[in-house]
């Protein structure tokens, strides 16, 4: 079993739609929780951090279970500039703060 | 200011030689760690360095790999004897104390 599954997608969505990735974690202990975002053939960047109480950053919710070992990231109403591979993080417990990565859910929003 | 900046920007090399990618990270950021992402793949992690600490080398596949930070500043990854496996993007990323790590663009290598 990988370490952080997600759904690979693709997600097609028109514009003004809300979408939802929802992201597994295998080790209970692990300590931080991210979605990153990556464009096309560019560097994954920080999206945002995700909070045991639920943080919202303008359209963007991030929320996580621990009890499910779940985490998940609410769009409301998508943009073009949206679309892009979302990756789902996780810094496990004991490591030395290496990232480990999902394999990615890809957005598309069409106009 | 300026970002972690890698080179080269893409790499293409005959199976059996040996490749050095450069990370030039944030300046002050005291952690520097390199991934790969190979095609279809998830990022996956190779190595980690924290100061003047000993590197955590728990993600390199295999002893053709291996890397070096001088100063605590730059750092070189040498792939020795290259295969078509190792085909992928090397991504270099760097962070100061706190979880956010900062990503270069990366170096395509393409391994024929």
């Known amino acids: 079993r990988k370490e952080v599954e997600q759904d690979p997608g693709p997600f097609n969505v028109p514009e003004g739609a809300t979408v939802a990735f929802n992201c597994t974690y295998s080790?209970?202990?692990?300590?931080?929780f991210f979605w990153y975002r990556q464009d096309c053939r560019k560097e994954p960047k920080l999206l945002m951090s995700?909070?045991?109480s639920g943080n919202e950053d303008g359209r963007f919710t991030a929320q996580l279970n621990r009890a499910s070992q779940y985490i998940s990231l609410l769009i409301r109403d998508s943009k073009l500039s949206d679309s892009a591979t979302y990756l789902c993080v996780v810094i496990p417990s004991g490591s030395a703060r290496q990232l480990t990565f999902g394999s990615g859910t890809q957005l598309t929003v069409l106009p | 200011g300026a970002g972690v900046s890698q080179s080269p920007s893409n790499k293409v090399t005959e199976k059996g030689k040996d490749v050095e990618l450069r990370c030039d990270p944030i300046?002050?950021?005291?952690?520097l760690y390199w991934y790969r992402q190979s095609l279809g793949q998830g990022l996956e992690f190779l190595i980690y360095f924290q100061g003047n600490s000993a590197p955590d080398k728990s993600g390199l596949p295999s002893d053709r790999f291996s890397a070096e930070r001088t100063g605590g500043s730059v750092s070189t990854l040498t792939i020795q004897r290259t295969q078509q496996e190792d085909s992928a993007v090397y991504l270099c990323a760097s962070s100061a104390p706190g979880p956010q790590q900062y990503f270069g663009p990366g170096t395509r290598l393409t391994v024929l």
């Open positions: 080790n209970s202990a692990s300590q931080s």
């Open positions: 995700v909070y045991s």
């Open positions: 300046s002050g950021h005291t952690a």
